[in-house]
Nanobody
Framework: QVQLAESGGGLVQAGGSLRLSCAAS????????MGWYRQAPGKQRELVAT???????NYVDSAKGRFTISGDNAKYSVYLQMNSLKPEDTAVYYC????????????????WGQGTQVTVSS
């Protein structure tokens, strides 16, 4: 089984920075895309940023210019550097690995982490 473990969340003042990390454990042959999603209280989970195995990145408009996603394909890890944080960034942040093949001829599956809380105070 593949498990994702996030770390790096916490409480920070507006304007501050946090760096989220997500590492996978278990047998993995390949991953198509790694990403971060977030869910604020009373809201639906939304995409924050993704990075493909080829290094292409995608961000939600509200994160552009403030957040940077990076990945380590060798370690199957993904990171999210968050700068200039705002109170509206407060949410539980989830790591996602999409299109995971555990073996060369395996089926593709998606995996989620348990989430890490990010709270930005005004």
């Amino acid at each position: 089984q593949v498990q994702l473990a996030e770390s790096g969340g916490g409480l920070v003042q507006a304007g501050g920075s946090l760096r989220l990390s997500c590492a996978a454990s278990g047998s993995i042959f390949s991953v198509d895309v790694m990403g971060w999603y977030r869910q604020a209280p009373g809201k639906q989970r939304e995409l924050v940023a993704t990075i493909t195995s080829g290094g292409n990145t995608n961000y939600v408009d509200s994160a552009k210019g403030r957040f940077t996603i990076s990945g380590d394909n060798a370690k199957y890890s993904v990171y999210l550097q968050m700068n200039s944080l705002k109170p509206e960034d407060t949410a539980v942040y989830y790591c996602n690995f999409g299109g995971v093949k555990r073996y060369w001829n395996g089926i593709r599956q998606d995996y989620w982490g348990q989430g890490t809380q990010v709270t930005v105070s005004s």
